[in-house]
Structures are given as structure tokens and as C-alpha cells.
């Protein structure tokens, strides 16, 4: 299995958190666990034919098993950050996978029928970062918003939701109005993701970090939370994942060093 991620230009980075291509082959596909991360994807499938495709944001981990051989060339945008591009409210798009033809026009779609056509990820990460680029919208779609999840982000989801009707200027419903429909999750349940992926971060790292410790580190009010929250988001507790995983029974596709990059 490979799987590369490469960083966007300049002009697409607040929009953009990466491009990513993931490769594989074998006699028989394999189960991957995929996290939460308030993120918005657009995948396309190469192994039958450009079926391009919106994931939207995930509330949970989910099970996917991949058919062999599989190669998919996507763009992962930041939480808020594909709303100007599809032009819609993307909570319709929450926990769920909407075919690109179902949102786009046949003329701002035809551009990624030549993905395929592409000579190698080079050139397919250049043909999909000048599409983006031809949809580069004026302004961005909710400044507020942008800058509420910037917050989040930085504090690795250790933000007062209620802090956040004080830094968009509005009530309650409106940040939660807002939310939804810019990133396609509640500030709470964004909160709850970046503080997830905040333990992740650490339960990978170079010096693993487990239990009480993980909990106080990623900001979790005790261990009994930090695994009550593990369930609730990945499906699993800690202890669960990191065994997970060592033995490599299941995948995880979104990190490099995970997936044999």
C-alpha cells in the first residue's frame, strides 16, 4: 500500500489541508479504520473509471474495507473550507457520499474526467490543484467562522463553545447555524474531533503516551472521559486502538507512515 499526501499552494491553503493518493494491491482487500477529522473530502476512484465523489465530514470513525487493486486521488479540505467550492450548505453532506455530478454542472466537471489521463501523481496532483484554482472563490464564505475553527484548531479543541458567541459576535444558534452549515458539524463536535486528534497525535508519537497521561496531556477532564470519548468518536478505547494499530490488522489510510508510504 502507498499513500502520499502533498501540501497545496498558497492561494488554496486556507482552504485546502492536503491532497492525498492512496495506492494498493493485493489478492484480497483489507478493513481500514477511518477517524474523524472535521475535515470534507473529494475522492476520486480510478481503479474503475472517474467516479468522483463528496465525503462529507464524519461525527464517527468508520470500517471501510478496500478492494484490491484501488487507486483514489482526492483533496481534503479544511473543516469550512469546501463550502465555497460546492456552493451549498454542506451539513446535507454529513456522515454521508454524494456523487460530484449530483452537485457540480457537467461544465465544471468534465476537467476531473482527465485525472485519469494523467501521467503519474505529479501531474495528477497538478491537474487537480489547477481545477481547484479555476473555482478559487473571491472572498472567503463565512470570516467568522474560518476564524472560530482557526481557534479551535490551535487549542486542540480546548475552546468554551459559549467563548465562541463572543468571538463571531453572535448568539448561541447563529455560531451553531453557522457551523453547520460552513463545516457541517456543531463548534462542539468539531472540539470534541480536535481534541481526538490531539491524542491520536500522541498515542503515535515518538514517545507514546497512554493512559492518565494521555488523558491530562490531550485535555480530557480524566482517563474515565478520555475513554468514554474514544468510544463515542472511534469506536474503540485507547488501549483498543494503539493494540490495533501495533498488529496491523486493520488499516488506517490517513496517515503516511501508517500505510507504508
Known sequence: MRYVEVLPCPALAPYVRCYWALEASGPQGAPHRVMPDGCLDILVDLSDG??????GAMRTAAVVSLTYPTSIL????????ARPFLGLPVQ???????????????????GWERLAEAGGLRA??????????????????????????ALIE????RVAVRSLEQVMGVGARQVERRFLATVGLSPKVLCRIERLQHALALLQGPRAVEGAELALAAGYYDQAHQVREFRALAGLTPGAYARERAQAEVGFVQSPDAAGA
Open 50 to 55: 472517474v467516479r468522483p465523489r463528496a465525503v
Open 92 to 110: 446535507a453532506l454529513t456522515d454521508a457520499q454524494v456523487a460530484l455530478e449530483d452537485l457540480w454542472p457537467k461544465s465544471a466537471r468534465e
Open 124 to 149: 495528477r496532483f497538478a491537474l487537480l490543484e489547477r481545477l481547484l484554482l479555476e473555482r478559487l472563490p473571491a472572498r472567503a464564505e463565512d470570516p467568522g467562522v474560518a476564524h472560530a475553527v
Open 74 to 81: 482526492a483533496v481534503r479540505f479544511r473543516p469550512g473550507g
Open 154 to 157: 490551535a487549542a486542540r479543541g
